[in-house]
């Protein structure tokens, strides 16, 4: 909880540098704010997110900071080949798959080994990483960019190990009912996807 901790707190100390190091509209500043907002505009990388967080929060220990750090690396090397205009296929079935599977794990308190997770957190992140950088305003800095959509998964990879600690305290079925409804709802977005 401790690296977690000092993560957030490095997080919220570097954003307002990050956010307004150029004054006006040019694209550090919009390019941040853009890759910020794109994670959270959408409930699929919403979901997908907090549930890593609560995944890891489930497996505990190093799973803690590792399986995120894990996502938030892999996620920015397909931020890369989004930005690249490198397509992956299927990636929205990707994308509702990772909330279906991370979801279950949780709904079914799956412990997986640390490698095994981070492993499962990189492939789903592939996903949703080349989704932010293909969807890259042309204006925008893609150094701000990238930083804004990893700072933006990070902080809701906390907020799922939150919850975990949170929910965990006042009833450890809460945590996997909440993994259950993640699930379903990933099932009616692999729907919409397919």
């Known amino acids: 909880m401790m690296k977690i ?105 799956v412990r997986a080994p640390v490698a095994v997770a981070m492993g499962l957190a990189g492939l789903f992140a592939v996903f949703h990483g080349q989704a932010h950088g293909a969807e890259m305003p042309a204006s925008a800095s893609a150094l701000g960019y990238a930083a804004g959509f990893m700072l933006s998964t990070a902080l809701l990879h906390a907020a799922g190990v939150a919850a975990g600690f949170g929910m965990g305290r006042i009833s450890a079925p809460a945590v996997r009912m909440a993994g259950a409804a993640a699930s379903v709802a990933g099932v009616v977005l692999l729907v919409g996807a397919v």
């Not at 707190?9 to 704010?33: I, K, S």
């Not at 750090?69 to 079935?93: D, H, K, N, Y």
């Open 5 to 109: 901790s000092a993560l957030a707190l490095a997080a919220v100390t570097l954003m307002p540098g990050l956010a307004l190091a150029h004054t006006g509209a040019d694209g550090h500043t919009l390019g941040f704010m853009a890759g910020f907002l794109h994670p959270v505009g959408g409930l699929d990388h919403v979901l997908a997110m907090v549930l890593v967080g609560l995944l890891a929060w489930q497996i505990g220990q190093r799973a803690l900071w590792l399986v995120p750090a894990a996502f938030v690396a892999v996620m920015a090397a397909g931020g890369a080949l989004g930005m690249a205009g490198i397509a992956l296929p299927a990636l929205e079935i990707g994308i509702a798959l990772s909330v279906v599977v991370l979801g279950a794990m949780v709904a079914f308190g």
